[in-house]
């Protein structure tokens, strides 16, 4: 049969094949997006919904099934360590340099340093600094209004605390608001392959085990326990650690400051957070790399970033004015 009659019509095996074919890209653009988040999409209408984007939960789901392979690989204390310092560090580079840093620029470091940081905060599976800044900026902006994109108050807890970056619309940042970064063509290409770090971590955890477990087999682990607890579990845990701040801490806690919106501090979220959780701290100064206002607020980042500072390593660490400190307008539950 022909494609065309007489008139330039189209027969129905072409469209047929043209359908296919719009699939086949879309698929293909789906699967690219898991290795290069700077693919075009073929069909630019589908980034403006708040839609799930259900290729994209695949690695996120695969992901927390993983860590259903402690049931296979079982446990030695030599994993658990790895999961935990690896949990530690990794959050240290969300909350100190991913968070304080490139979103709030609270102190200063060198380009090197800044993107030693860069690499070991994209090893937590969170997309680029600049994709994280941008959205952090863009909710310190719109906090708990309409046009936040993670407000509790505004879609539930579900949404604020993973929803939203699985959807469509999010997939995206406004770069509008992240200038300064855009400036180091390191952070672009980091932002646009994150996924490469993360998958060499994994690798070098697996390769780190069969090494352990051929040399020294008397610790008991192996190339399948660092992967699954090195990587998977303790990714994870930093995923939901860090969720914590945009959905809980909008809801439970306590309020010091009148904010404008509804942070809340929350020593347990701090602990979990290295700090993080004195978020209406946070809300009520931006700019301060300390979110423990007081010696009795634990803020575990802000301990590390005083090392690094000793250390000569970043410099110019900026603390919240002391007026502004003990303005306390509001104190209720």
Same mark, same amino acid.
């Given at each position: 049969?022909?494609?065309?009659?007489? =008139? &330039?019509?189209? +027969? @129905? *095996? /072409?469209?047929?094949?043209?359908?296919? #074919?719009?699939?086949?890209? %879309?698929?293909?653009?789906?699967?690219?997006?898991?290795?290069? =988040? &700077?693919?075009? +999409? @073929? *069909? /630019?209408?589908?980034?403006?919904?708040? #839609?799930?984007?259900?290729? %994209?939960?695949?690695?996120?789901?695969?992901?927390?099934?993983?860590?259903?392979?402690?049931?296979?690989?079982?446990?030695?204390?030599?994993?658990?360590?790895?999961?935990?310092?690896?949990?530690?560090?990794?959050?240290?580079?969300?909350?100190?340099?991913?968070?304080?840093?490139?979103?709030?620029?609270?102190?200063?470091?060198?380009?090197?340093?800044?993107?030693?940081?860069?690499?070991?905060?994209?090893?937590?599976?969170?997309?680029?600094?600049?994709?994280?800044?941008?959205?952090?900026?863009?909710?310190?902006?719109?906090?708990?209004?309409?046009?936040?994109?993670?407000?509790?108050?505004?879609?539930?807890?579900?949404?604020?605390?993973?929803?939203?970056?699985?959807?469509?619309?999010?997939?995206?940042?406004?770069?509008?608001?992240?200038?300064?970064?855009?400036?180091?063509?390191?952070?672009?290409?980091?932002?646009?392959?994150?996924?490469?770090?993360?998958?060499?971590?994994?690798?070098?955890?697996?390769?780190?085990?069969?090494?352990?477990?051929?040399?020294?087999?008397?610790?008991?682990?192996?190339?399948?326990?660092?992967?699954?607890?090195?990587?998977?579990?303790?990714?994870?845990?930093?995923?939901?650690?860090?969720?914590?701040?945009?959905?809980?801490?909008?809801?439970?806690?306590?309020?010091?400051?009148?904010?404008?919106?509804?942070?809340?501090?929350?020593?347990?979220?701090?602990?979990?957070?290295?700090?993080?959780?004195?978020?209406?701290?946070?809300?009520?100064?931006?700019?301060?790399?300390?979110?423990?206002?007081?010696?009795?607020?634990?803020?575990?980042?802000?301990?590390?970033?005083?090392?690094?500072?000793?250390?000569?390593?970043?410099?110019?660490?900026?603390?919240?004015?002391?007026?502004?400190?003990?303005?306390?307008?509001?104190?209720?539950?």
């Amino acid at each position: 049969m022909l494609e065309t009659d007489v =008139s &330039g019509v189209r +027969s @129905p *095996d /072409s469209a047929v094949r043209n359908r296919a #074919g719009d699939a086949a890209s %879309r698929a293909w653009w789906a699967l690219s997006r898991w290795f290069d =988040s &700077g693919s075009t +999409s @073929p *069909d /630019s209408g589908s980034e403006g919904t708040n #839609g799930v984007d259900w290729a %994209r939960i695949v690695p996120f789901a695969g992901m927390h099934l993983a860590c259903l392979g402690v049931i296979w690989v079982g446990v030695s204390t030599v994993a658990v360590a790895v999961a935990v310092w690896l949990y530690v560090l990794r959050m240290f580079a969300i909350t100190g340099f991913y968070h304080r840093y490139f979103s709030h620029r609270t102190f200063k470091a060198s380009r090197g340093v800044q993107f030693a940081f860069a690499l070991l905060g994209a090893s937590a599976v969170q997309r680029g600094p600049i994709w994280w800044a941008a959205h952090h900026r863009h909710h310190h902006v719109h906090s708990d209004r309409p046009e936040d994109v993670h407000s509790p108050a505004q879609r539930g807890f579900l949404w604020s605390h993973m929803g939203w970056f699985l959807s469509r619309r999010h997939f995206a940042p406004d770069l509008g608001r992240v200038r300064d970064l855009l400036r180091y063509p390191e952070l672009r290409w980091l932002d646009r392959f994150d996924i490469l770090v993360p998958f060499a971590l994994a690798v070098g955890l697996l390769v780190l085990g069969r090494v352990l477990d051929a040399r020294w087999p008397e610790l008991g682990t192996s190339g399948g326990q660092m992967l699954v607890w090195g990587f998977c579990i303790s990714t994870v845990a930093c995923y939901h650690g860090t969720y914590t701040i945009n959905s809980l801490c909008h809801v439970w806690g306590r309020r010091r400051y009148q904010t404008g919106d509804d942070s809340r501090n929350n020593l347990l979220l701090a602990l979990i957070t290295l700090g993080e959780g004195w978020h209406n701290n946070h809300h009520r100064y931006p700019a301060s790399a300390r979110q423990g206002f007081y010696w009795w607020e634990i803020d575990l980042t802000y301990y590390g970033l005083r090392l690094l500072a000793a250390l000569g390593l970043i410099r110019d660490l900026k603390l919240v004015p002391a007026r502004i400190r003990a303005a306390h307008t509001a104190v209720t539950p």
